[in-house]
């Protein structure tokens, strides 16, 4: 029987335990040269990323890098670099977006860019990039350099593509995906691919594991997107409704903005435009996601893109991370009900 995203009624709820146990020990490591690499002379670099990085992440992006090196055998250590560079990345990328976005809540906690300000948290982003480089430099692998560079130009893109989409009705879900695959499954794909790169595996090898982290990362998303329309504040660690009120073309709003009559489309455009976003507005939306099967249809593909990063696991013999790796997709796609 070949794993699948899909359980069987009467057994546990998926968790991420199983990964957070196989990649523990590697992870005491990771922690220590983050918490050694976000020193600086100037004593708000050190308190500002710190404040993100202690706000409660369960390090999925690192803990990536950790499995799929555990997956492949791999006895050595250069990985706890990389996968602390991947971890600045993703808190650098944070930041940027807390303050491009203007949020308030980031896990439950007031954001750095509403504590310490925007310009603040803008450049202490780009001091976690840029020793993001520095460990990559320093493992000395052109090919790990290569994708994890290329990784983060890609998520700028996305960032990109995704403030130029907002507000903008006509966006559709080819579009939509361009955007979630950059923004989000860019560097899931690069995080998992690079613990094949350092522990000198074949290229069909490194293949399996970007084509399994961009698919978790773009199911992952879908899973958020669609939280956004079913959840609280208490269960997204960030205002509900905060796609809404920012214009986000996200799927349930695609998918039930075409599938609605005229009157149900114009709200949807006014809401889009920033013309009706309020507190009742979003309840209609709400509504308006429910009825149409925006929400359910959204998690249908997350469980789509699930099964082909289970699939893409296909090759590697059977082991306990493997079969944590594949309760993790399992997991990000249960977090919705």
Not at 178 to 187: R, W
Not at 289 to 315: I, K, N, P, S
């Amino acid at each position: 029987m070949t794993a699948t995203v899909h359980r069987l009624a009467g057994r546990p709820a998926p968790s991420l335990d199983p990964m957070i146990g196989i990649t523990a020990h590697d992870m005491n490591r990771v922690n220590a040269v983050i918490i050694d690499r976000m020193q600086s002379d100037i004593p708000l670099i050190p308190e500002l990323a710190g404040h993100l990085i202690a706000g409660g992440g369960k390090r999925l992006r690192p803990m990536l890098t950790l499995a799929s090196a555990a997956v492949l055998d791999y006895a050595g250590t250069r990985h706890h670099r990389l996968a602390a560079a991947v971890e600045f990345i993703h808190t650098a990328t944070l930041l940027h977006d807390d303050v491009v976005d203007g949020s308030d809540l980031r896990r439950g906690r007031r954001t750095a860019n509403v504590i310490w300000g925007n310009p603040a948290s803008v450049l202490v982003g780009d001091f976690l990039f840029s020793r993001s480089f520095e460990l990559m430099v320093e493992d000395g692998s052109l090919k790990v350099l290569k994708i994890l560079s290329n990784a983060s130009a890609v998520i700028a893109e996305g960032e990109v593509n995704q403030l130029t989409a907002a507000r903008r009705i006509e966006i559709g879900e080819e579009r939509y995906l361009e955007i979630i695959g950059a923004k989000t499954a860019a560097l899931f794909a690069a995080a998992c691919r690079i613990a094949a790169v350092v522990a000198e595996r074949p290229e069909r090898e490194e293949m399996a594991l970007d084509a399994y982290g961009r698919n978790l990362g773009i199911a992952f998303q879908l899973v958020d997107d669609a939280i956004d329309y079913v959840s609280d504040a208490g269960t997204m660690g960030k205002d509900a409704g905060d796609d809404f009120r920012e214009g986000k073309m996200t799927l349930p709003v695609i998918l039930a903005h075409a599938r609605g009559d005229t009157e149900t489309r114009k709200f949807w455009k006014d809401a889009v435009e920033g013309r009706r976003n309020g507190d009742a507005e979003f309840e209609r939306a709400i509504e308006l996601v429910r009825e149409t099967r925006a929400v359910d249809d959204t998690l249908a593909r997350a469980r789509h893109y699930g099964q082909r990063a289970v699939d893409a696991l296909g090759m590697f013999p059977a082991s306990s991370a493997k079969d944590a790796m594949v309760e993790a997709v399992e997991f990000a796609v249960a977090r919705a009900y």
